[in-house]
Structure formats: C-alpha cells, structure tokens
C-alpha cells in the first residue's frame, strides 16, 4: 500500500471532515433549515459542550446546503477545515445565526448606543440654554457658547462642558478663519506631473528631484565668459563662424539638438581651459561634434563622415588623438545640463504649444552664437526662449504655474530677453543659422522672430538696429 493511505483513513474519521460518509441530499437538507426554524433558540451563550455539537450538525449539512447563500453558509464556510481548538466560542456563536438569536444580541448593542446619544443630547441642551427656549419658537442655533453666552442656564440645569463641546465649539471658529487666510495666502502653481503618474517613462514621481539636481550642475558646467582674452589668435567673431559651421554639419548629419549644444559648451569649456591656434579651432569644433553625437546619440556618425565633413582636413587619427586631448582636459566631465531639458519642462506648463515650443528653440540656439549669453545658465535661456515666444504669439501673461516650472520670475527673466531682441533686431550674421530656421519643418521660425523684433525694439530701448552684432562686440 502506498504510505498515503493511513493518513486519508484518519481524514476521513474526523468529524470535521466534508467528505465524511454522511451525505444529504438538497430536500434533506431544505426540511432541516425548515426545523432549525421552528426550533426556539437557546440563550446568547452556550456551554463548550453544545457548541462542539452545532459545529458537527453545520460540518453534516454544509456540502447538503448548496443552494444556501444566506449567512449560515457564510458561517459554516469555515467547517470544511480542522477545527482549531482554541477558536471554538467563536464559531459557537455562529452555529445557530437564527431570527430570535438576533434580537437578542442587538438590543444590548442599541441600549448601549442609545445611552451615550442621550447624554450627548442632554448635555448639549443644557450647555446651549435650550430649557430657557423651550416654549418660544424653534430657531437654528449657530454655535452652543454663543447661546450660552447670551441665556445663561439654570445652576440646577446646568452641566460643565465636556472636551467634545469644546472641540465642537471651536469648530466653526476655525472653519470661519479658513477663508481669511485663504486669501491671504499666494495661489498655488497646478501640479502637472500628476496627470503622468500612469506614464513609467515620464517618472512623475521623480521630476522635481531631477531638475533641481540640474540645477545645481548647471553652476558648475558654465565656461569662462572671459576666455578669448587669453586667446591669442581667436576672436569672438571667429567663434561665431565656427558654431554657425556646426550647426549646418548638425543638420546635415540630422542629429538630435541635446548633440548641438553640448558641443559649443565641450568647444567652450576647453577653450577655457587651452590656448588653440587659429588653424586648429576647427579640429576642437569637430571633435567636440564627434565627442557629442556618442553621448547623445544613439547611433553615432562615423569618424570617417567627420572627416569628410572637413573636406579632408584633418585625418581620423588626428580626430581621434584629439578626442583624447578634450576629454582629458574636460576629466571626462560630460554631464552638461542640456537647456532642451529645461525648454520641455517650461513647455509642459505651456501645454506642449507647438508654435512656442518652436520658436522657443530658435531663440534658445542664439545663446550658441552669441557670446553674450555664455555668463547666464541653461534653464535661465530656456526661461527667456519661452517668455519671448509666448510674448511674440500673445500666449497671456507669465502666470504662477510657469514661472514654478521655469524657475525665474519675469523680472529675472527680462536682461536675457533683451539680449536676444537685440540679436534679432540687427542685420543677420549668421546665415546657417538664419536659413535652418526660415524652413517650413520649422514655421519660418527666424522670418516671423527678426520681423516681430525689428518692429518692436525700441519698446527694449534698441535703437541702433542698423549696426550688426560684430560691430557692437
């Protein structure tokens, strides 16, 4: 015999068991539910004794019962397991759920209810002078201390106040203060990461952790806004020339804007830090743009199409040898806090406004070209991007919610603007730039900007429009 055997013959003599030889049939079992009623019910206690035999007579009639949904088949749900000894008064109490054993039990619950709402009741009459107002007419009572305050009780009738009433007593005071300070306080900005909570990729619940850790970053990624006056062969307009360069080689090679800009601050950053010579400027420019397209991309362009690029120029060894030269120079520090990061972060306020949102990126990329701009922060050029764009459109005013997600105000916002109403406002310098944004992909971004701006810079006290941006730097 398997060793299983003796073990299911002890199952089966248990008296708890459900599969216990004892079957019922459904019209046994219906004719015992119609004796159970009929039977007068015992007391709300029972003995050990009686309780064992009703936990026997439900384990009999369980499998019978199933067309039972009442809460003796809920009770007895529990029967076709062992019984633990040391739950047996619990299940006693269900063994006989009949109409007559409820009554019993409820009306000793109710008494005990009825007893503390008639104390509540009594005190509250006393405390609020309802005896005094008995016989006039029924009128809404605001507050009990008021009422008590202006009719004072009886000493007879009157009760001291329990902790309740003055708990509730104080109630409406707060709630009437609520409004006041209501007021009085600043509006809060909407949450807008609370409608992509549902979104894994949007990470809502760790957005405003990741751009304040930008923020701080962005302080120590910034260049020397001074370091073409340890340049000896370099200018400022050569800059210029190189970065509308790469921004042709950007779109040729369609890469994504993170690419672009953080070249111009890899160029910028070594630049600050290394003396180049004039014939090399363009080896740093397209080794900034290979070093770029690897962090941001993911599909690089080869080196062989950077060679090229450079019409030959420069072989792939020396861009290779010179990658090693940059990064060494950088410590390998590529963690640029890109402003696209921070134009998406103010466009979410704005509710993904494609006009906006594009413009802005055309007026963001003029802080590449301008060396103006090195001094200010990323997010403070996508703050100003945004501001102008949406004053260009006539989008409203820089309410709450924007200034939260851009992080400046319209006043700290107002010396980037200008600067980059000034740039529009004079003759164009550089055409790469000019002719990518004057493309339907991107709504002739450059036209509708330079023609808003020289129609109103004298309302940004520019009056010089006539002398090009060289001239002035």
Request: hydrophobic fraction near 40%; proline fraction near 5%.
């Amino acid at each position: 015999m398997p060793p299983g055997r003796p073990a299911r013959q002890r199952l089966v003599s248990n008296e708890n068991d459900e599969n216990s030889s004892t079957r019922m049939t459904r019209a046994k079992a219906a004719a015992l539910n119609v004796e159970e009623l009929a039977v007068p019910s015992k007391g709300a206690l029972q003995t050990k004794k009686t309780a064992a035999n009703t936990i026997v007579a439900g384990a009999q009639r369980k499998r019978a019962a199933l067309g039972d949904v009442s809460n003796v088949g809920k009770a007895d749900g529990t029967d076709g397991k062992k019984g633990a000894p040391g739950k047996v008064g619990l299940v006693s109490k269900a063994a006989h759920p009949t109409g007559v054993q409820k009554n019993t039990t409820r009306p000793a619950s109710r008494a005990a209810l009825s007893t503390k709402d008639n104390s509540k009741t009594e005190s509250k009459r006393t405390g609020s002078g309802a005896g005094a107002l008995a016989a006039g007419p029924k009128r809404k009572v605001v507050s009990s201390t008021s009422v008590a305050a202006k009719e004072e009780p009886t000493v007879e009738e009157a009760e001291p106040p329990t902790a309740e009433d003055d708990a509730k007593a104080a109630a409406p005071k707060a709630d009437e203060a609520a409004p006041e300070m209501e007021e009085k306080t600043k509006p809060l900005p909407a949450d807008l990461d609370r409608e992509d909570l549902d979104d894994p990729l949007m990470v809502a619940e760790y957005a405003t952790e990741i751009f304040e850790y930008l923020r701080d970053l962005e302080v120590r990624s910034i260049p020397n806004p001074q370091y073409m006056s340890h340049q000896d062969d370099l200018e400022w307009k050569t800059r210029g020339i190189l970065i509308d360069w790469l921004i042709e080689v950007h779109t040729r090679f369609h890469l994504l804007p993170e690419t672009l800009f953080l070249a111009v601050n890899i160029i910028d950053r070594f630049l600050s830090e290394k003396v180049v010579q004039l014939d090399r400027l363009q080896l740093v420019g397209i080794t900034a743009m290979f070093v770029a397209s690897k962090y941001e991309e993911v599909l690089s362009p080869h080196v062989e199409n950077f060679k090229r690029i450079t019409d030959n120029g420069f072989s792939e060894a020396e861009i290779l040898s010179a990658e090693r030269f940059v990064l060494s120079t950088l410590n390998y520090n590529l963690s640029y806090p890109n402003p696209m990061n921070f134009l998406r972060r103010v466009s979410k306020a704005d509710n993904y406004d494609i006009q906006s949102r594009t413009i802005g990126k055309y007026l963001m990329e003029i802080s590449l070209l301008d060396h103006r701009f090195m001094a200010y922060r990323p997010s403070h050029c996508a703050a100003a991007a945004m501001y102008l764009a949406r004053l260009m459109l006539d989008r409203g005013e820089w309410d709450e919610t924007l200034e939260h997600y851009a992080g400046y105000t319209e006043e700290e916002i107002e010396p980037t603007v200008e600067l980059m109403v000034d740039y529009l406002a004079r003759p164009v310098v550089h055409e790469a730039f000019f002719k990518k944004y004057a493309s339907k992909k991107f709504l002739k971004a450059s036209i509708l900007a330079r023609q808003w701006a020289k129609k109103n810079a004298p309302l940004f006290g520019i009056t010089d429009t006539d002398l090009s941006l060289d001239q002035i730097s």
